[in-house]
């Protein structure tokens, strides 16, 4: 269930990594999603940030106060922006209406999450569309209180992916996704 808790049971079934602060990324794939959870190490608030890289495109999928999709194209070299944040899903109702609103989302930008202010303020649960194909992926997590400073999955990166980007997305990105973690996706038989 995507309701930004980790509930008992609900992750043990998931791969595991661990980013270098100690932050838990728990991933796993059912019925054409993979799903992903992350359990930053600290008790505050976060925002988090995946980012997938498919062909020529790259998509960020934003967690904040409320969900927005962003998208880079490759265009003659470059990392250029094709589609800026457009803000979704802000209610913190679990009613009727929000559940909507969030099967909506999900329908329309092909992921969906809770925003940051529903369920633990350290873990967040993404719900993400796949095509069957293996992705390459980057993760990283914003602490409220801390908000310049992005905690990458997987460590080591210095691209465009872990900059800090005051006033919203910049109109060119330098990305790096060879360097990104390449994520296979395995049927429920256990094979791809």
């Not at 990594?17 to 728990?26: C, I, P, R, V, Y």
């Not at 988090?48 to 967690?63: K, P």
């Not at 944040?85 to 992921?111: H, I």
Request: glycine share 10%; charged share 20%; with cysteine.
């Amino acid at each position: 269930m995507i309701d930004g808790t980790f509930s008992p049971g609900e992750w043990e079934q998931a791969v595991v990594e661990t980013a270098l602060d100690g932050s838990t990324l728990f991933f796993l794939h059912s019925d054409g999603y993979l799903y992903l959870g992350l359990r930053a190490n600290t008790t505050e608030m976060i925002v988090g940030n995946v980012y997938l890289n498919r062909g020529e495109a790259i998509t960020i999928l934003h967690v904040s106060a409320a969900l927005g999709t962003g998208v880079y194209q490759r265009e003659a070299g470059q990392w250029q922006l094709a589609r800026d944040f457009v803000w979704r899903c802000r209610s913190t109702s679990s009613g009727q209406a929000a559940q909507d609103e969030r099967d909506a989302f999900l329908q329309d930008e092909g992921w969906v999450a809770t925003n940051s202010r529903i369920g633990t303020p350290n873990e967040l649960e993404y719900q993400i569309e796949t095509t069957g194909e293996g992705l390459r992926m980057a993760v990283n997590y914003i602490k409220a209180s801390e908000t310049d400073v992005k905690i990458p999955w997987p460590d080591g990166l210095d691209d465009g992916s872990v900059q800090p980007i005051p006033g919203g997305l910049p109109e060119q990105l330098d990305f790096s996704p060879d360097r990104w973690e390449v994520i296979v996706l395995l049927s429920s038989d256990g094979g791809e």
